[in-house]
């Protein structure tokens, strides 16, 4: 696996220093469907070296106050430990007062970081980006399924959930309609951010499943659906929440490399690049 986020130099990748702390989890023991995105993180930081490390929306170059990468945790087939080393890193992450940026995996890869935030805050939302509302109490015997996500986050947090286009029929019982914005009705619109923005509780903790976009702008997923986001809807969104709200973390997940096809790679880093850039902005 590559060693640094960026493929930034060693003098601005030192821990201590560093307030963006990028935790890889290839963890994909879970997935139902399309296998392999448990190497979504090494090809997130093989494709971030060929980035651009100027930012030109914020007339920024954030790699310079300094982004470390950690070693991969959860390389386990058992989800519970890879929730357990998951927590532990984010926790300490949290702890050191830096932001943590956890690179999927599966969507499994979101329990643990979100248990993480809620030994640190009282209260906070998890905005869910995602095709899917991932709302089963547990799926394939396990409640730590990429499909169970959001119902384990709820445990501890609020949840928005903002790009639904495919849930099963025993979910519907879960729905929150006023905390669900589906993709038919926002793609192409900015009239629901404000919406969107009263149904946030304390500090946010984002979590993006890449199938939230459009399987035309990331095909490289392991469960595609038609409809989706496309690149600046999304960078426009996180953007107004950054503007208004605390970001206390993220995790970008369900990458699932398909050989020859690299863009979805790089838009993945780019995409994680731009807004720790926002980040830094604030």
């Known amino acids: 696996m590559s060693t640094n986020f960026g493929g930034i130099e060693e003098q601005f990748t030192d821990y201590h220093s560093s307030p963006v702390v990028m935790i890889p989890v290839p963890f994909d023991a879970t997935s139902t469907w399309i296998r392999g995105a448990d190497r979504g993180p090494e090809a997130i930081l093989e494709a971030s070296a060929n980035m651009e490390l100027y930012d030109i929306q914020t007339n920024s170059e954030v790699y310079l106050n300094g982004i470390h990468t950690l070693a991969p945790v959860g390389q386990t087939l058992d989800p519970e430990v890879m929730v357990k080393e998951s927590e532990e890193a984010v926790l300490k992450v949290l702890k050191d007062g830096k932001f943590p940026v956890v690179i999927g995996g599966n969507h499994s890869v979101c329990i643990g970081p979100v248990r993480a935030c ?42 928005v959930q903002v790009g639904i286009r495919s849930m099963c029929v025993e979910e519907v019982p879960f729905i929150e309609p006023e905390n669900i914005f589906y993709a038919h009705d926002i793609v192409g619109r900015n009239d629901w951010y404000e919406k ?5 509780e304390g500090p946010v903790y984002l979590t993006i499943d890449l199938d939230v976009f459009d399987p035309s702008v990331l095909p490289s997923t392991g469960t595609p659906e038609p409809g989706g986001m496309l690149y600046y809807e999304v960078y426009r969104f996180v953007s107004y929440i950054i503007d208004h709200f605390t970001v206390i973390g ?23 690049y731009q807004i720790i850039s926002l980040l830094n902005k604030k």
């Open 118 to 159: 809620s030994k640190v805050y009282e209260k906070f939302t998890v905005l869910q980006l995602d095709a899917h509302t991932d709302l089963r109490p547990e799926y394939e015997g396990t409640p730590l399924s990429h499909a169970s996500v959001m119902a384990r986050a709820r445990e501890v947090a609020r949840v």
């Open 196 to 200: 969107a923005a009263s149904r946030i």
């Open 250 to 272: 993220m995790d970008v997940n369900e990458l699932c490399p398909i050989a020859g096809e690299k863009s979805s790679d790089f838009l993945a880093s780019k995409l994680i």
